[in-house]
């Protein structure tokens, strides 16, 4: 890739996105932090900015169509193309998540912008995409989401959770159906764990930094044109669906 690619990454105001723009920005690319609260995305592209990245701000509500399309539109106008789209916006959920206790509006809004945000950027940013000699779309997903975990005795895999968890198990299989669809293309597309990362989304109860959590995005960002696709990936390797 060289030294003029241009990526989105969404959420990137704050935390692991934050830290998933700066690492990108840090190759030399020209990164657009995606966010919907103006202050701290204009903050975090200034903080980006004295640090030597070349960031811009698009705002961008994942949940919104219009949103969405003007945030294609001003990638388009400024740089014709996008060759990397990470999708790290997300909610956990409010609590309780107990199944049998959950208000069915909180698993709405888990779904609404960590299943249908994703499929509402990507599908908007894949003409911008198509464009690029190496495209990549990084899904930022969790181990939590995994089935195969879930129901292994033994395994950390947080407290239940019917919003938050089934929603990253939603996203990984979208993830599988995209790359099935785009398998004859240049497009690569995975699914990243950052880990359990001190965030304010878990009340930065996490065990790991947010720039720890944002090194296996940045690793499926920058994969070479005959890397894996419609995988799953931590930093330990591939993660079970």
């Known amino acids: 890739m060289s030294e003029q690619t241009i990526a989105l990454v969404t959420g990137a105001n704050k935390g692991i996105g934050y830290e998933i723009a700066a690492g990108l920005g840090a190759l030399g690319w020209t990164v657009g932090v995606g966010a919907r609260n103006e202050e701290r995305r204009e903050s975090a592209v200034a903080k ?15 949940t919104d169509d219009a949103s969405v399309r003007d945030a294609a539109a001003l990638i388009e106008d400024r740089a014709g193309r996008l060759d990397v789209l990470v999708n790290n916006a997300g909610v956990t959920g409010s609590a309780p998540q107990m199944p049998t206790g959950v208000d069915v509006a909180t698993v709405r809004a888990a779904v609404e912008t960590n299943v249908i945000g994703v499929i509402r ?10 464009r690029s000699a190496s495209p990549r779309i990084v899904n930022v997903s969790s181990s939590v989401g995994s089935l195969t975990l879930q129901t292994t005795p033994g395994a ?3 407290p239940i959770s019917v919003a938050y968890a089934p929603s990253k198990t939603f996203l990984n ?9 785009l398998r004859d293309t240049n497009i690569l597309i995975n699914a990243a764990c950052p880990g359990y990362c001190a965030t304010d989304l ?10 720890q959590g944002a090194t296996t995005a940045i690793r499926l960002a920058t994969l070479p044109d005959d890397g894996p696709t419609g995988s799953f990936f931590d930093d330990a390797g591939e993660v079970p669906w």
């Not at 980006?48 to 994942?62: I, M, S, T």
């Not at 599988?176 to 669809?181: D, I, P, S, T, W």
């Open 48 to 62: 980006l900015r004295a640090g030597g990245v070349d960031a811009f701000a698009v705002p961008l509500d994942v």
């Open 121 to 130: 950027v990507t599908n908007a940013m894949l003409p911008l995409l198509r």
């Open 156 to 158: 950390e895999t947080g």
């Open 202 to 211: 878990n009340g930065f109860r996490g065990t790991r930094t947010p720039q």
């Open 173 to 181: 299989a979208v993830t599988v159906q995209y790359a099935k669809e």
